[in-house]
């Protein structure tokens, strides 16, 4: 089975910190590496995405960034906020699309001021 | 608005009765899937659909069955549930082919079996 292993389980932020999570694979063939939000409650929702032809990818406060050779991401909040703590799931696919997304297995984020 | 609903939202049931955990989504998307989520194990596959009548096995498909004779609809059957099967559920649906993996997600079905 193809996997995905994020860490940490759980992380604690202060207000306007920086909260990281990280992420492996195992599969140099996947080539697409969306990072999922969850709320409480909620379902998963798409937070950003990276593909492997670039080094990071930023949008406002939240970056991905990728290291190839590695086989590693990583997700970074800035300036974190308490309304960011949720749950985050790191996953990856290769192909077009017609292949099922491999997630990680999250990393709940309470962000305390 | 585009959206994938599930019902029912929260279920409490007992071992061995037959349930199913109805799925529509409203925008015309050819892949359907269900996952569960446990504490600490994360999202797991249980089945998914590339389209009408084409179902393929997840990572966790014993005790779950599925159906797909309409492109909204992606029913989830347990026929006979166990305590272990006790979990949230979510149902998720994308347009296939589209070059990104984006999954738009129910939210969620919790089921609890005694």
């Known amino acids: 089975q193809q996997q995905v292993k994020q860490s940490p389980q759980s992380l604690i932020v202060q207000k306007g910190g920086i909260s990281i999570i990280n992420c492996a694979y195992e599969?140099?063939?996947?080539?697409?590496f969306p990072w999922y939000q969850q709320f409480p409650g909620k379902g998963p929702a798409l937070l950003i995405a990276?593909?492997?032809?670039?080094s990071e990818k930023k949008e406002g406060r939240f970056t991905i960034s990728f290291n190839k050779s590695a086989k590693q991401f990583s997700l970074h909040i800035m300036d974190s906020q308490p309304g960011d703590s949720a749950t985050y799931f790191c996953?990856?696919?290769?192909?077009?699309?017609?292949?099922?997304?491999?997630f990680g297995k999250g990393t709940r984020l309470s962000v305390i001021a | 608005e585009a959206q994938v609903t599930q019902n029912p939202r929260y279920l409490i049931t007992v071992t061995g009765k037959k349930l199913t955990v109805t799925c529509s989504q409203n925008?015309?998307?050819?892949?359907m899937s269900w996952y569960r989520q446990d504490p600490g194990l994360g999202l797991r596959q249980i089945y998914y659909?590339?389209?009408?009548?084409?179902?393929d096995k997840g990572d966790v498909p014993e005790g779950y069955k599925v159906s797909r004779k309409e492109k909204r609809n992606f029913p989830l059957i347990l026929e006979s549930p166990s305590p272990n099967q006790t979990s949230l559920y979510f149902c998720?649906?994308?347009?296939?082919?589209?070059?990104?993996?984006?999954?738009?997600f129910g939210a969620g079905s919790r089921l609890t079996v005694l």
């Open positions: 998720a649906s994308r347009k296939r082919g589209s070059g990104a993996n984006v999954l738009t």
């Open positions: 599969n140099t063939a996947f080539d697409y």
């Open positions: 990276i593909r492997p032809d670039v």
């Open positions: 996953a990856a696919s290769l192909g077009a699309g017609n292949t099922p997304l491999v």
């Open positions: 925008m015309n998307h050819e892949y």
């Open positions: 659909s590339m389209n009408v009548e084409v179902t």
